[in-house]
Structure formats: structure tokens, C-alpha cells
């Protein structure tokens, strides 16, 4: 059964840094370009950073040089490191398989909340 667990979300103050992982279960992870993607209230799904299986990345503007995304192969789980955490951050980030221009191969996983909030 495929699986995709966020975690480390919490929260921050402005300014503070995060650090999210996404283990993934079912999948031969290693295949697979992975993403990062969030929802805040009241808005859509949007993409946040991608991972190919040859470790190069994308982010979107808004945390480009804020945001670095990860994986460990070994483990098939994806980090997001986070800093400089702005309000505008605070929403559920999940993690799908799948890049930029392609739809999110997988059931969506519960995600992880980011509040960010002085």
C-alpha cells in the first residue's frame, strides 16, 4: 500500500526555521521525482519545491534562497528545510511524487501544518 507521511511542522515565529521530512512506503521511491506542495486557508494547492531522482531542484519564487529541499534515497523520504519563515508561509504542506508540470502521481498523505505567527 503507498503511503506518504509529512511531519515537523509546528509552530514558529517569523524569522524561524523548520525542517519537514516525508517518508514514503509502497514506492520504489527511488524513481520517482518528488515535490513539495502546500494549501493555505482559503486557497489552492500550490507547488513549492521539486526533487529528480538526479538531485537537481526548483523552488517557487516565493521561498527560492529560503527553502531547500532534500532526499535520502535510503530512507525514501524527502526533507524541506525551511528559514526565514514568513507569515505567508504558515499553511499544510504535503509531499506527492511527481514535478513541475505533471499532476501529483499519489494519494495525498494527512500533510503538516506550518503556522507562523508572532
Known amino acids: 500500500q503507498v503511503q506518504l507521511v509529512e511531519s515537523g511542522g509546528g509552530l514558529v515565529q517569523p524569522g524561524e526555521s523548520l525542517r519537514l521530512s516525508c517518508a514514503a512506503s509502497?514506492?520504489?521511491?527511488?524513481?520517482?521525482?518528488m515535490a513539495w506542495h502546500r494549501q493555505a486557508p482559503g486557497k489552492q494547492r500550490e507547488l513549492v519545491a521539486v526533487?529528480?531522482?538526479?538531485?537537481?531542484?526548483y523552488y517557487a519564487d516565493s521561498v527560492k534562497g529560503r527553502f531547500i529541499m532534500s532526499r535520502d534515497n535510503a530512507r525514501n523520504t524527502v526533507y524541506l528545510q525551511m528559514n526565514s519563515l514568513k507569515s505567508e508561509d504558515t499553511a499544510v504542506y504535503y509531499c506527492?511524487?511527481?514535478?513541475?508540470?505533471?499532476?501529483?502521481?499519489?494519494?495525498w498523505g494527512q500533510g503538516t501544518q506550518v503556522t507562523v505567527s508572532s
Open positions: 506527492n511524487a511527481g514535478g513541475r508540470f505533471t499532476t501529483p502521481i499519489l494519494n
Open positions: 526533487i529528480t531522482t538526479g538531485g537537481s531542484t
Open positions: 509502497g514506492i520504489n521511491f527511488s524513481v520517482y521525482t
